[in-house]
């Protein structure tokens, strides 16, 4: 009995609705982390000078702006530029790469999610 491979089903009822929110939860708990890191940032690690603040503002409202955005396919790819730039604002301090490298890894399994659910 060997018919046409049948496509995998996630028993999601709403598979694209279901790695949108994902998408969404995840950039929305970016920049809340982001937002809120600022303070312990400036009291335990010192140096962080107004360009780093404005660096981790500006990357929390990208965050948002992509979670609100994350229906568009390009958004996707936009995610991923994003944790680039964190990772790359730890240039500014040395706790902002921690949180690049947190967040690239988490944003890295919501895309194998993504790959999965949707092929």
């Known amino acids: 009995m060997s018919g ?3 496509p995998r089903r996630s028993g999601l009822r709403d598979p694209q ?3 949108r929110g994902l998408g ?3 950039l929305t708990l970016e920049a ?3 937002l809120l890191a600022i303070q312990p940032i400036r009291v335990v690690g010192g140096d962080l000078g107004g360009t780093a603040i404005g660096a981790v503002v500006a990357l929390a409202v990208v965050a948002v702006v ?3 955005l994350i229906r568009r396919p390009w958004a996707w790819n936009a995610g991923t530029v994003l944790q680039g730039l964190l990772m790359l604002s730890g240039l500014l301090h040395w706790s902002l790469l921690v949180l690049g490298v ?5 944003w ?4 194998h999610v993504r790959r999965v659910i949707l092929g």
């Open 4 to 6: 046409p491979e049948q």
């Open 17 to 19: 609705r279901a790695v």
């Open 24 to 26: 969404a939860a995840t």
């Open 32 to 34: 809340l982390v982001l």
């Open 66 to 68: 992509l979670a609100g």
């Open 102 to 106: 947190i967040f690239a890894l988490v």
């Open 108 to 111: 890295g399994y919501a895309l």
